[in-house]
């Protein structure tokens, strides 16, 4: 599973020999999990007193009808609570467990679900020349500040040169935010004229990268409802415009959700992937709700891989998702 920011990314390059940097990779990662346990606060307090008076006491229909009650109101999803539920209740009976072996046993359940089933499908392939990345969500899902912390991690952490398109052409602020963005980040900026086409942005960012030597072009679109059939049409249709500027392109489209919508962020995965193929999911705002498992209910329910997490404002509270880390943070 990818944890870091190196293990996210594919780069065809040697990996580097742990030695010295081991270490402060682990110490960072260490960290990054207290940030994501004490910001998933809401979620945990709000099953993790379930859970625990479930499991420990004496397991009968009532004891799994209360735990099922508790995921399901964090979000997790009917159907991958049953489906967790259900094997728990089987494993107990047929091994004995009970206390603290039912919540570890629970917490490896919920990590598997949350994995993806494909091995090396929540990684990212920047192996392309240059690698396109578009970037797709409802207006307020964070989507423009991602996509510059995004950035900045590829040009400082990955030392990777990265083109920022911003196709997001109705939105002056969401523009003039993503070049604060870029400017930040180091990375070249791609604009057009208000109200502009988002495709032609698309088309020259990429043409940019290809003729600068670029190495990542990460496209900015408009913030859309997924019920509107017209706006995200058109977002097929920036894809397609992309796809002529660069045969195969874009190589990921990464939607990102609001964890604070609950059961509404299953729809809208559902429906922007139907729109645009979707390969990965960046959840944000994992901090203000307490219905954090929707993590668990995207990556278990639709398969589409839960790639990047956002746990707060700082530029490193923006990481890679770890599903067993994520399910720790959850319960314990």
């Known amino acids: 599973m990818a944890r870091d920011w190196q ?5 065809g390059a040697e990996p580097a020999s742990e030695g010295d940097a081991e270490p402060a990779r682990e110490e960072e990662r260490r960290g990054f999990f207290r940030r994501l346990r004490d910001n998933m606060a809401k979620t ?3 099953i993790s007193a379930e859970v625990s008076s479930t499991l420990f006491d004496t397991l009968d229909a009532e004891t799994w009808e209360h735990l099922e009650e508790a995921l399901i109101a964090a979000d997790v999803g009917a159907r991958t609570t049953a489906q967790v539920v259900e094997r728990l209740e089987r494993e107990a009976e047929a091994d004995e ?3 603290p072996a039912l919540t570890r046993r ?3 359940l919920l990590a598997e679900l949350a994995a993806p089933a494909e091995a090396g499908a929540d990684r990212i392939d920047l192996r392309h020349e240059p690698t ?3 970037v797709v969500g409802v207006n307020g899902t964070g989507k423009t500040t991602t996509i510059g912390k995004l950035a900045w991690h590829l040009r400082h952490t990955l030392d ?3 083109v920022i398109g911003a196709a997001d052409t109705f939105r002056a602020a969401a523009v003039e935010q993503l070049e604060r963005w870029a400017e930040r980040a180091g990375c070249a900026f791609v604009r057009g004229a208000p109200d502009a086409d988002p495709g032609s942005v698309a088309f020259d960012a990429v043409g940019v990268a290809r003729r600068d030597g670029a190495d990542v072009v990460i496209v900015d679109t408009a913030g859309r409802l997924h019920t509107q059939d017209d706006l995200m049409a058109e977002l097929g249709k920036v894809a397609r415009v992309i796809g002529k500027q660069l045969p195969g392109a874009p190589h990921e489209t990464l939607l990102t959700i609001d964890a604070t919508t609950g059961q509404n962020g299953v729809r809208q995965a559902r429906l922007f992937d139907e729109a645009v193929p979707v390969s990965g999911i960046v959840l944000t705002k994992l901090d203000g709700t307490a219905k954090g498992g929707i993590a668990l209910a995207i990556a278990g329910e639709l398969g589409i891989p839960v790639k990047l997490i ?3 404002e700082a530029l490193e509270d923006l990481r890679p998702f770890d599903p067993g880390e994520f399910a720790r ?3 314990t």
Do not use: K, N, P
């Not at 293990?7 to 780069?11: M, N, P, S």
């Open 7 to 11: 293990d996210l990314f594919v780069t």
């Open 44 to 46: 945990r307090q709000a």
């Open 97 to 99: 467990l009970d206390g």
């Open 106 to 108: 629970l917490t490896e």
């Open 132 to 134: 396109v990345l578009l």
């Open 160 to 162: 990777r040169t990265v």
């Open 310 to 312: 956002g746990v707060g």
């Open 329 to 331: 943070a959850l319960l």
